[in-house]
């Protein structure tokens, strides 16, 4: 991401050079004892790649290409054994879910959902904000892109609102009630990025790594029975907190009530396109919730739902081509979790984590669990990409935690959530970061000291409420 620290001031070739020079180097360095050659060849193109995905001298798929094509060339997997990764369901999971928010874009339903939560409820500038807060919580579920959901659906939205009510960020007019709108409508898709997950594709990311390195993963119910409470938490807790600390000029909007009423009657009757997808989008949300019961993949109901847009004509095959962001995450994801199986598979993480244990040697896992999640937490300050986020520290903390005595579902939930949760850091923090700061009601400095105290906020109720409810749900 071009707002990226790291790679400021710096042009693609030499960010590209760089990424060589980290991979030659560690290629280069003799592998220590108990590891492979293949084991340490793979890691040397591992952490190139991941370098790539930082600091992007070109698209992360072109540079997962690329690593997967060097595989087999270096000697380090078979052809096979490179693009094993293509097969694997919870990757189509988030491919298929892109395409279910293509439907609530192109149908409408989502503005739909929306205006008509603020033409009943949104009276007051708070309300407006736990308006767009449940008008996200019904949409996450569908739109595993925090930049499709924010960007193409509550972003437009809630720009119309701080228009309607006079908030102006150029004159100065009303800012820090338009600060306060933009502000809590991020945070509303960042807190449902972690409740669902199909919330956000780095969800699905650590499910997959998890199974790949550990044989274990968690079902879309499972994740939500144990997300729900601190996420609700949070969607509560969260503009009320923003109230106070921005003190909005505006506390009534009826104009808001109007915008909607009026964008409404401008949409018209709900289109029959509309209701399928309804039935459709509940369908799949009973059939996910209900999995231990039916045993269908989660991965195939997405793309039954699928079936059932393509078949009532919701979409057509052009819509599912020119969703490059959906393909882009199948290629990029496959190579790099199948890079990480590997690493596995060829013992490289068994021997990291019984070095890395020897390290924390007496200490209890739950203390080890807290101090390594502050790092992992407060490390996004270094990143612009919660996908990054992932594939830089999620083994290695993860690999840690597991070998000391952490349960698996555990810490793949809680740094599932936490690596959601960092993107309050900063105004770089993900994709649809940016759109939201980009609306200049805010500035840097102050957008810094607010995700920092909301970055504490979320480190708290997950920790101290979210750790005991996976205790009760056996999952910690």
């Known amino acids: 991401m071009s707002e990226q620290k790291q790679s400021q001031g710096l042009s693609p070739l030499v960010r590209g050079l760089m990424c060589v020079a980290i991979g030659a180097i560690i290629w280069f360095i003799p592998a220590p004892a108990g590891v492979g050659p293949q084991a340490w060849g793979l890691l040397a193109v591992f952490i190139a790649t991941i370098a790539g995905f930082i600091l992007q001298p070109m698209p992360i798929g072109a540079i997962a290409i690329i690593a997967c094509a060097l595989l087999p060339v270096l000697g380090i997997m078979k052809p096979g054994e490179a693009l094993a990764g293509f097969s694997n369901t919870t990757i189509w999971l988030i491919v298929s879910a892109f395409m279910f928010a293509e439907g609530f874009i192109k149908t409408g339903l989502g503005k739909r959902i929306s205006y008509m939560l603020l033409s009943k409820f949104g009276s007051s500038t708070l309300r407006v904000a736990y308006v767009m807060s449940a008008a996200d919580f019904i949409i996450a579920p569908f739109t595993p892109s925090n930049t499709a959901r924010g960007g193409g659906i509550i972003y437009p939205i809630v720009r119309s609102v701080t228009a309607a009510i006079g908030s102006d960020a150029e004159t100065g007019k009303n800012k820090r009630t338009g600060a306060f709108l933009m502000f809590s409508a991020y ?214 935690l597991v070998a000391a005595g952490a349960p698996v579902l555990g810490v793949l939930i809680l740094l599932g959530a936490l690596c959601n949760s960092a993107s309050f850091l900063t105004h770089y923090g993900c994709g649809v970061t940016p759109i939201f700061f980009g609306a200049n009601f805010m500035g840097q400095g102050e957008w810094w000291k607010i995700g920092f105290i909301i970055t504490v906020l979320h480190i708290v109720v997950w920790m101290g409420v979210g750790l005991p409810v996976m205790k009760v749900l056996g999952m910690l």
Do not use: R
């Open 187 to 400: 945070a509303a898709v960042i807190t449902s990025a972690c409740i669902f997950l199909t919330g956000a594709s780095n969800n699905v990311l650590c499910n997959t790594l998890a199974q790949e390195m550990f044989g274990t993963s968690i079902g879309w119910g499972e994740w939500f029975l144990a997300c729900i409470i601190p996420g609700l938490i949070l969607t509560i807790a969260t503009p009320a907190i923003l109230y106070k600390l921005i003190n909005p000029e505006i506390q009534d909007s009826p104009e808001t009530m109007q915008l909607a009423k009026k964008e409404l009657s401008q949409m018209g009757a709900m289109t029959l396109k509309e209701k399928i997808l309804c039935v459709i989008f509940i369908a799949a949300l009973v059939m996910w919730a209900t999995g231990s019961i039916h045993h269908i993949d989660s991965a195939f109901v997405a793309l039954l739902g699928l079936s059932a847009m393509l078949l009532t004509k919701i979409l057509d095959w052009s819509d599912i081509t020119k969703q490059h962001g959906a393909w882009d995450v199948l290629v990029w994801m496959g190579v790099l979790v199948n890079m990480a199986a590997y690493l596995s598979k060829f013992g490289l993480m068994k021997w990291f984590a019984g070095a890395m244990a020897a390290q924390f040697a007496g200490m209890p896992w739950m203390t080890m669990l807290i101090i390594l999640c502050l790092i992992y937490t407060f490390a996004h300050y270094l990143l612009a990409s919660n996908s990054a986020h992932i594939m830089a520290l999620f083994a290695a903390f993860a690999t840690i």
